[in-house]
Nanobody, 121 residues
Framework: QVQLVESGGGLVQPGGSLRLSCAAS????????MAWYRQAPGKQRELVAV???????TYADSVKGRFTISGDNALNTVYLRMNSLKPEDTAIYYC???????????????WGQGTQVTVSL
């Protein structure tokens, strides 16, 4: 079994900052990529940022220059530093991992339960 546990969400004023964390645990053999997605009410889930094994990162255009994804070498823990937050960043943020377990012969995706981020006065 694999668990992804997010933390760090909350209420913040526009222009403020938050740092989300995602910890992966369980029968993990190798993590290929970790990513953050978000889903706002009435909207589809969208990719926010990805970090690959080796450290390469990609970002959605809407968060470039404001958000930073980082993680340890094995990607067991990843972070999303969010600066200059805007009301439109309000959403549930989900951690996603593409990984191999100790018993799998193909990688697959796993999801965390999500953490709420609300940007409002």
């Amino acid at each position: 079994q694999v668990q992804l546990v997010e933390s760090g969400g909350g209420l913040v004023q526009p222009g403020g900052s938050l740092r989300l964390s995602c910890a992966a645990s369980g029968s993990i053999f190798r993590i290929n990529t970790m990513a953050w997605y978000r889903q706002a009410p009435g909207k589809q889930r969208e990719l926010v940022a990805v970090i690959m094994r080796g450290g390469d990162t990609t970002y959605a255009d809407s968060v470039k220059g404001r958000f930073t994804i980082s993680g340890d070498n094995a990607l067991n823990t990843v972070y999303l530093r969010m600066n200059s937050l805007k009301p439109e960043d309000t959403a549930i943020y989900y951690c996603n991992a593409d990984l191999w377990t100790v018993v799998s012969n193909t990688p697959r995706a796993y999801w965390g339960q999500g953490t709420q981020v609300t940007v409002s006065l």
